[in-house]
């Protein structure tokens, strides 16, 4: 049996427990994707105008660096989300989002949601609650992986 967008949504932590209602407007802004290993879903500086809810696959997110070419970040899997920069003026990806097993997700026009959240304030900010969670776990993760690459001598 097919599930629709809303009901995939419902079941994802970032999404679950919102009402139905609101369920329904984050819904009409996603589409189902499918994309190859290999591929960018966003690069540095690029307009942010979207996210992904990762259904199936893996994606590193990277910053290149000079001399040593792509060192990755963070790396995000089944079940969570990529993305949140489409949340922040000026909506820019501030890393690279390179596929490195084929992933399938819900792609979200943060375009479209952005124009929700500020016709419904209570859903923006309830998003941004939920979203906010998600930035602070990537920033521990990406202070680990530093912590990792530099040595802990300097670490408080």
């Given at each position: 049996m097919q599930r629709s967008i809303a009901d995939l949504l419902a079941h994802h932590d970032v999404f679950n427990g919102l009402?139905?209602?609101d369920l329904?407007?984050?819904?009409?802004?996603?589409?189902?994707?499918v994309v190859a290993a290999g591929t960018y879903l966003f690069r540095e500086g690029d307009p942010a105008d979207t996210f992904f809810v990762l259904r199936e696959g893996r994606v590193a997110m990277?910053?290149?660096?000079?001399?040593?070419?792509?060192?990755?970040v963070d790396t995000a899997e089944q079940g969570e989300i990529v993305g949140v920069s489409w949340l922040f003026p000026p909506?820019?990806?501030q890393f690279?989002?390179?596929?490195?097993?084929?992933?399938?997700?819900?792609r979200l026009d943060g375009a479209c949601l952005r124009g929700k959240c500020e016709a419904d304030p209570r859903l923006g900010f309830e998003l941004m609650k939920r979203f906010a969670a998600i930035m602070q776990r990537r920033m521990r993760s990406a202070r680990l992986r530093l912590v990792d690459l530099y040595g802990g001598a300097h670490a408080r």
């Open positions: 009402p139905p209602d329904a407007l984050i819904a009409g802004c996603g589409q189902n994707t990277e910053v290149f660096v000079p001399d040593r070419g792509p060192l990755v909506y820019r990806w690279d989002g390179r596929v490195v097993e084929p992933v399938r997700a819900i």
